[in-house]
């Protein structure tokens, strides 16, 4: 008998929600069969069986939220009693990320339903029949109808006062909401409770695991992590030149083209290397610094921003970079990375220029020391050496930073070498 318990799918996972049960109570299940959907802080996952058995309980129900480590299920042979077998527990196994499902709205309870049903109203602008007295109702009185306005009934309902022993002042004796606050008021001293703003005001959005967790690293990284910005703006007329050429031929050989990010994140990770204090990471015992090179980039989804990683950057081509990049973030999009291909990035790039942000300040994601913010590439009137005014092509990137790990220098150090390779992109093909 193996009792599965709720699994840590990510490094900020706490807890998680079952979306949907595929199997129910009693199901034959083998190895490798989907059991359950589980969403994340990053992402709906679904849950696969780790063994064959039979589905012997359910102990979370769709919709209801599951700390990590908690129980969630138990499989064991058709035979077993759940009485008389021995149980392990033995973590959920995650097999794909799928698309994120609304987890179903929880059911009215029996009270609420019988509170309903003496509340409603029969028809526009009249309120239900006399609801129970707690004193004898004088006879004839019964299935005598009070006339409300639909506010004054839902004040009434929001302040717990009988509409039936209200006097209305309205038209005709209609009861209207002064009346329901003049009882409410009489009924018990003190203030009158304020009803809820109109619906048509706002509207509350439930955050997603994935929002929160951003909320949470992002107030993290402000008040944890002592940012500082160096701006730099690019002459990119040689790499458009460089692209464009380069395109062609794929284009000849039936390839896909190249973007001015791919050039970006091949010169983020030459960057790295030459200046290897940026690919680090700060601790109470000292700065840790990575052999390796794993670049995340940014990716908007609608529901908050992953990070696909580029892992073993330092290994790759502008070629393979690129291809890599494309497929990552086409698979991000459609829900279906893996854990370990969104997690343990080292340094970060966020491009905004396709949305068409001339500069900006990124928000460093810990643990990193760095990431760097791309804008997009601008025509701009700029004097060339031979003093005369031009047509220009340039980029502002600005390199944020965690001054605990990087000083100032080490960052102008970056931005040098940065340009470099951006002003002169032979250089990331050599």
Known sequence: MAEITMPKLSDTMTEGVVV??????????????????????????????????VLKEIYVQEGQKVSVGERIALIGDDQ?????????????????IVHPQKAPARGPKPAEIQHAHQTASVEEGYSQAVPKRTEPVPEG?????????????????????????????????????????TAARSK????????????????????????????????????????FYLTVELDVANLLELRAQANQSLAAAGGSKLSINDFV????????????????????DGILRFTHIHLGFAV?????????????????????????????????????LKPNEYQGGTFTVSNLGASGIDSFQAII???????LAVGSVVKKPVVNANDHIVVGQRLNVTLCCDHRAVDGAVGA??????????????????
């Open 413 to 430: 150090k970056f931005l040098q070498e940065f340009r470099t390779l951006i002003e002169n992109p032979t250089l990331m093909l050599l």
């Open 300 to 336: 908007s989804l609608e529901e908050g921003l992953i990070t696909p990683v580029l892992r073993n950057a330092e290994r790759k081509t502008l070629r393979q970079l690129s291809v890599e990049a494309r497929e990552m973030t086409e698979r991000a999009r459609a829900k279906k």
């Open 365 to 371: 994601s810990p643990p990193q020391s760095g990431i």
């Open 80 to 96: 077993e009693t759940i009485s008389s077998a021995p149980v392990q527990k033995v973590d959920a196994l995650p097999k794909r």
């Open 265 to 284: 994140l091949k010169a983020s990770v030459e960057c790295l290397q030459r200046v290897p204090q940026l690919n680090s990471s700060f601790t109470e």
């Open 188 to 227: 018990a001293a003190g203030p009158v409770p304020v009803p809820a703003a109109p619906e048509t005001e706002s509207e509350l959005i439930p955050l997603s695991p994935m929002r929160r967790v951003i909320a949470q690293r992002m107030v993290e990284s402000k008040t944890q992590i002592p940012h």
């Open 20 to 53: 949907r049960w595929h199997k129910k109570k009693g199901d034959v299940v083998a190895t490798g069969d989907v059991l359950a959907e589980i969403e994340t802080d990053k992402a709906t996952m679904e849950m696969e069986a780790f063994d064959d058995g």
């Open 141 to 181: 009185a019964k299935g005598v109808r009070v006339k409300a306005s639909p506010l004054a009934r839902k004040t009434a309902t929001q302040m717990s006062v009988d509409l039936a022993r209200i006097e209305g002042s309205g038209p005709g004796g209609r009861i209207i909401q002064e009346d329901v606050f």
